[in-house]
């Protein structure tokens, strides 16, 4: 697939019919297989396998050894971090072929998952939320939502730009690094400014 508009490293196998964003950089050893979609402006690092109809949104960063399976939609602004790990069957067996039951995970705006984390197949990830590096997350994780530890628990919010949020007494919290106003009601964060 030759295409200036993206560069891929020369050790990087690129399948047939991908759709790969201007801009985007695919480093060493990396695998896109057919039929899957990378936006503009990602940066896949090295040893990453993006399986069959995977779906990356703009500016999503891999970093090393990471495999998405078929099943997975990351949209804008996502970062994967080192090894981590996306599942896609909730029952895998070496001798049962359960390609039909591939489940969906969607990784919503600009959340970040660290490194050594698992997300078991099925569990979507809020948009701004942050999985603390080796979760394992086994249920749905709130937009702005920080978890940690296996299985993962959450223990606080966590800002846009990655901050932990501290709400008084009247539920709002400032980002100390954007400003920017959040307000938790019956367990919801949003931004208010």
Known sequence: MENKEYFAHE??????NCKIGKGTK???????????????????GQNVVISP?????KNVKVQNNVSIYTGVICEDDVFLGPSMVFTNVI???????????????VVRKGASIGANATIVCGNDIGEYAFI??????VKEVKPFALVVGNPSRQI??????????????????????????Y????????IIS
């Open 91 to 105: 029952n895998p067996r070496s001798a049962v072929n359960r390609k039909s039951e591939y489940m969906r995970t």
């Open 11 to 16: 050790t990087a196998v690129i399948d047939d």
């Open 132 to 137: 603390g590096a080796g979760a394992v997350v």
């Open 183 to 190: 307000n938790l009601k019956n367990n919801v964060v949003k």
């Open 53 to 57: 109809d995977v779906v990356l949104g």
């Open 156 to 181: 606080g919010w966590i800002s846009k730009y990655g901050h932990r949020l501290e709400f008084n007494e009247e539920g709002i919290a400032i980002c100390p690094e954007s400003h920017e106003k």
């Open 26 to 44: 695919i480093w060493h050893f990396s695998h896109v297989m057919s039929d899957s979609s990378i936006g503009e402006k990602c940066n896949i």
